[in-house]
């Protein structure tokens, strides 16, 4: 049996494993070990997975996961999510669908300091959805804001998820994760946009609100949000201008989020340090498990020269590269639906980076790209996880029907922005390539 029948096997049995049932993790690991037990030889495979988990588990630069999930976590315990939906609502309530477009600005900037797009979206269910039913909003306008909304915790800095990609792919993590910046930005905009004119064409959406705030109020809310947003402006600035690295920043950010939360609960007895800590060592134990068995699989590709192989097939075919781009997309999207985005990528990047890579794209500009597909994967239909966490959150308040009806705008918004980033790939770049090193 010929190496490239091999690795076409190995695929084959990685996606009938998974849709079996098999964590995602154990599936990766377990077929990459196999094949390159066929390809190599017993003494060879084990000798790739201890080399690669040594190099994983004893490197600083992969310490920066950690850290930002325990940022994450803080903030959460801090309560700072709900300062930061209470302080939108008074600059943005009064606009057409005011509650809602408040809802994208509080998850964006919560999703800055938490990196959990599951999380953002849990937390914001609870704040902002029974305001915003008790207001006489549509359930499939409030539900879809909410859901596109916690997306975007994954694409403004600092992610987590762009520091997998960086692992995955051996990119700069610095540069990735300042790349997040300009898009996630432009990208909360055009999801406030997309509520506004939906509410504009159909006003019984969401009626406006009567309350008005005055100028001292709406100064005064910043006292809840000015902490984080400092912190956050002072870690992306930190980046940029070389004063840290990435891990010192997301040590930095726990630090402050930390403080914040003793602040807050007035001890540590309501932080429940004990509780932050496990859920920071579990989810970083599953993200490096993922990571791990995903560069195994990896390097089982490499050695059958499946990669190689697909690579060179979409080069040599006679069809303009962004139609293979339109391909990838489509094969991102079709993906983000069944799995969460760390798995997502475990699974593709070993064959669709190097395809881009070769088609001439730039790495960094690919993670935004296909950080940005695994958000709009999220909450595709019909198995969108951020819409079925929503409606878990939310109970008996909507039916997951109501999430999925809400979803077109958003949907058009995301598919605006992936045109955007390839027509001006400059918006992801600019800040990394101009960053002290």
């Known amino acids: 049996m010929g190496e490239l029948t091999i690795g076409i096997i190995g695929v084959g049995a990685l996606f009938l494993t998974i849709l079996s049932g098999v964590n995602v993790m154990i599936a990766l690991g377990t077929v990459g070990m196999v094949g390159l037990y066929a390809l190599s030889g017993f003494g060879a495979a084990s000798s790739t997975l201890s080399s690669i988990f040594f190099s994983i588990t004893h490197s600083f630069h992969f310490s920066v996961v950690p850290m930002f999930l325990l940022m994450g976590f803080f903030a959460m315990r801090a309560g700072i999510g709900k300062d930061l939906f209470e302080a939108a609502t008074r600059w943005l309530g009064r606009l057409p669908g005011g509650l809602a477009i408040a809802t994208t600005g509080g998850a964006a900037a919560f999703g800055a300091a938490s990196g959990s797009s599951v999380g953002t979206a849990t937390l914001f269910t609870k704040l902002a959805l029974p305001q915003m039913l008790e207001r006489g909003y549509s359930k499939s306008l409030a539900s879809a804001s909410i859901a596109i909304s916690g997306t975007l915790a994954v694409m403004i800095p600092p992610s987590a998820l762009m520091v997998v990609y960086g692992i995955l792919t051996d990119s700069s993590i610095g ?7 300009i898009p996630g930005l432009i990208f909360t905009t055009l999801i406030g946009l997309a509520t506004l004119l939906t509410v504009l064409a159909k006003p019984h959406l969401a009626p406006r609100s009567d309350v008005v705030y005055s100028w001292r109020d709406k100064i005064f809310s910043l006292r809840l949000v000015g902490p984080l947003v400092v912190v956050i402006v002072a870690i992306i600035g930190g980046l940029y201008m070389g004063v840290f690295t990435p891990t010192e920043a997301g040590a930095i950010g726990a630090l402050v989020t930390f403080a914040m939360a003793l602040i807050r609960h007035r001890g540590l007895r309501g932080v429940q340090l004990t509780a932050v800590l496990l859920d920071t060592v579990q989810t970083t134990a599953m993200i490096f498990g993922i990571i791990v068995c995903a560069l195994v699989f990896s390097r ?35 993906l983000g639906m069944l799995m969460d985005a760390p798995a997502l990528l475990a699974i593709t990047l070993p064959v669709t980076h190097p395809i881009m890579m070769d088609l001439g794209f730039d790495p960094i500009w690919f993670g935004v790209f296909v950080v940005l597909l ?14 079925f966490v929503v409606k878990g959150a939310a109970g008996k308040l909507i039916e997951l029907e109501d999430v999925f009806r809400g979803l077109l705008p958003y949907i058009a918004a995301t598919l605006v922005m992936l045109l955007i980033l390839c027509v001006f790939p400059e918006i992801a770049l600019y800040l990394p390539e101009t960053m002290r090193r």
């Not at 540069?175 to 910046?181: F, N, S, W």
């Open 300 to 334: 089982f590709l490499a050695f059958s020269g499946l990669s190689q192989y697909l690579s060179d097939f979409l080069i040599n075919a006679d069809v303009n590269r962004w139609v293979i781009v339109a391909i990838i997309a489509a094969l991102y999207v079709l």
């Open 175 to 181: 540069q990735l994760l300042l790349a997040g910046a």
């Open 374 to 387: 695994a958000e709009l994967g999220a909450v595709t239909p019909p198995v969108g996880i951020n819409c």
